[in-house]
């Protein structure tokens, strides 16, 4: 019976393991910080959506797709200064760094929404869902909020 002790460790082992691996999915490491989505006029057919994201794990994770029911086609977008003018640009992810932070914001990362299937109004929600490099998701809603223009044509001007 004197084995007995270390059968029941190398158990709790074994469980405190595979409970560490079902932790460690950059779903659940990653943390979606005051969400919002632009509010755009009847007839505009394109948004974005804005968010703050936290990476609690000790590795760099990545958002590699997004989707949402709002949208026919959800795209990763950044902005770039070319001569003087700011463009969006496609890119193929967006990082966290480990135990860092990546803010998506006007003129700068965001998740472009294409082809909007309604009207976007404040004090509406619009579900997206990220999905990171291992393959897990993360799903959040973001209210749709208004956001002032002429604050993003004086960062455009400079
Ligand atoms: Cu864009």
Redesign the pocket.
Known sequence: MKKLPYIMFALFSLLFSSHLQANSQASDDISIIDPYVRAVPPGQK?S?AFLQLDNASDTMQSIVSASSPAAEVV?L???IHDNGMMK???IKKIDIPAKGQTVLKPGGL???L?DLKNNLKPGQEVSVTLKFSDGSEKTFSAPVRKIQMPGMMKKMQH
Do not use: D
Request: proline content about 0%; charged content about 25%; cysteine-free.
């Open positions: 394109i974005a795209e977008h950044t902005h969006m640009r496609r965001h998740i472009m294409i």
